[in-house]
């Protein structure tokens, strides 16, 4: 009986056994095809992704090629080069040609005539008019028209160039945020490097595990912060994308280096060669000019007389065919009769002369405006001056802080070293090396940031001067 039970057990342990075991196969072979599946499905969903390489160059232009903003200013430049090209269209007279077919009611009292037919109550009447006004005041009107159009270039060139700044300055920030995350990943590399050894020393007995206790919680505190600052670097690069009009979605990654063309630059010397080139100043200029050929266009229109040439061709049809079949006799004069005219009119508007007149107001508005335009520029020039002094300030600055952070990078990485080789002897704190360490990170960032300060400096001064000082007789050699 014993032998029997055993053997029965036996049995039942060897059919669960095969149970569990044809269970187990069959969850891993539904486990491998998912993953095999999940696995096409993300390898698929990468290949769909386009990382683009973009260097500073790349960028800008394709900023310039696919900007909506810049395209609508096209748009807005494309009408004032008409409005301009086509200004001497005040000069086309307004020709008209109209047919007419009038039916009467009735005959006039006492007319003799009688209504034998329908066809009698019918007139045939055909009219070819032409006008033309001309003023003088049409001259500056075209004068205005093409000065317009010069400063819709003005303002597009002005456009074209904040793009470009505006791109080039995202373009050195996020390598600024590039290098900060290395020296992040770095330090974080630092503390892991730091955990196992103390591991290792921990278990040879040779460090308490309060020391390896700190570097684990040194490691794992340091852990969140390059997340974020990974994460918030992807999200910056598809803002770039963005902005730069690439596709939802696009990878960059970003090709160059923060390296800045050193130049000498003087306030005075560059105001007196650059001065003039700067675009808002031309931009108001053109303004101001614009409003001045309007101001005396209105002027020459009031003080001036106008000239009306009318000429109306009018031919009816007096010939016996009927009104119905007037075309049988076209080109007949003797079944045509012309009733049109010539006319020549001088007119001169005296209530735009009175000096109460909405005329005479609206020439006084714009002369006010032209003043305030004036005063603006004034307010222009100075503010520019400011603006060049303070680049150039900031241009000095940033290089002596470039100088200064080149040498205590020198120093805090000494430092560094030194520290460590006395934390790895057992004869210097944790909390000590960590100090030498963020020290040595301070040190390259902040040369990375003063280099980032010199070269935005140096496109805000270009963009104010509206030149290239990076390249040409005003560039220095580092």
């Known amino acids: 009986m014993g032998d029997r039970k055993k053997m029965k057990l036996e049995k039942k342990i060897l059919c669960v056994s095969c149970a569990l075991f044809f269970s187990l196969s069959i969850c891993a072979a539904q486990e491998a095809s998912a993953d095999k599946t999940a696995s096409e499905n993300q390898s698929s969903s990468t290949s769909e992704i386009e990382t683009v390489t973009l260097t500073i160059d790349s960028a800008v232009d394709y900023a310039l ?23 001497w269209n005040v000069f086309l007279p307004n020709v008209q040609a109209a047919g007419t077919m009038s039916r009467t009611n009735e005959r006039s009292p006492g007319s003799p005539v009688r209504f034998e037919k329908e066809e009698d109550r019918w007139n045939t009447v055909g009219t070819v008019s032409a006008s033309l006004n001309l003023s003088l005041a049409y001259i500056w009107q075209i004068r205005a028209a093409r000065a317009e159009y010069e400063g819709g270039k003005i303002s597009w060139e002005q456009n074209q160039k904040e793009t470009v700044l505006n791109i080039k300055k995202l373009f050195y920030g996020l390598l600024v945020q590039q290098e900060s995350l290395k020296i992040q990943k770095a330090t974080l590399e ?31 505190n340091t852990k969140p912060d390059v997340d974020t600052a990974e994460q918030n670097l992807a999200q910056q690069l598809d803002t770039f994308a963005f902005m730069l009009g690439m596709p939802v979605g696009t990878k960059i990654e970003l090709e160059g280096s923060i390296e800045p063309n050193y130049i000498e630059a003087d306030v005075e010397d560059l105001l007196a060669r650059y001065g003039n080139g700067d675009l808002d100043i031309k931009a108001l200029q053109s303004s101001i000019n614009v409003m001045k050929l309007n101001l005396n266009a209105i002027n020459i229109s009031t003080w001036t007389p106008s000239l009306s040439v009318n000429y109306g061709w009018q031919p009816a049809y007096i010939g016996d065919k009927g009104a119905f079949h007037f075309y049988k006799d076209l080109g007949k004069d003797e079944s045509w009769y012309d009733s049109g005219s010539l006319s020549l009119t001088l007119a001169w508007n005296i209530t735009n002369m009175l000096p109460f007149s909405a005329n005479r107001q609206k020439a006084k508005d714009l002369q006010a405006n032209i003043s305030k335009l004036e005063i603006s520029m004034e307010t222009l020039k100075e503010n520019q ?31 560094y070293d030194m520290t460590y080789r006395s934390y790895r002897s057992g004869m210097t704190e944790l909390l000590d090396l960590r100090d030498a360490e963020t020290q040595l990170n301070q040190a390259k960032l902040g040369l990375l940031n003063q280099k980032y300060n010199y070269i935005s400096a140096l496109m805000d001064l270009e963009y104010t001067l509206n030149t290239d000082l990076s390249s040409g007789s005003a560039k220095k050699e580092a």
């Open 65 to 87: 090629k696919n900007s909506r903003t810049l395209k609508s200013n096209d748009i807005d430049l494309e009408i004032k080069k008409r409005a301009s090209r086509y200004s």
């Open 190 to 220: 630092n503390a892991r490097q730091r955990m196992i050894q103390a591991q290792t020393n921990f278990r040879n007995g040779t460090i308490p595990e309060l020391s390896l206790l700190k570097t684990q919680v040194n490691y794992e």
């Open 385 to 415: 001056k400011l603006k060049v002094k303070k680049s150039v300030d900031t241009l000095k600055q940033a290089r002596e802080q470039i100088d200064a952070s080149g040498r205590n990078i020198s120093l805090a990485q000494r430092s």
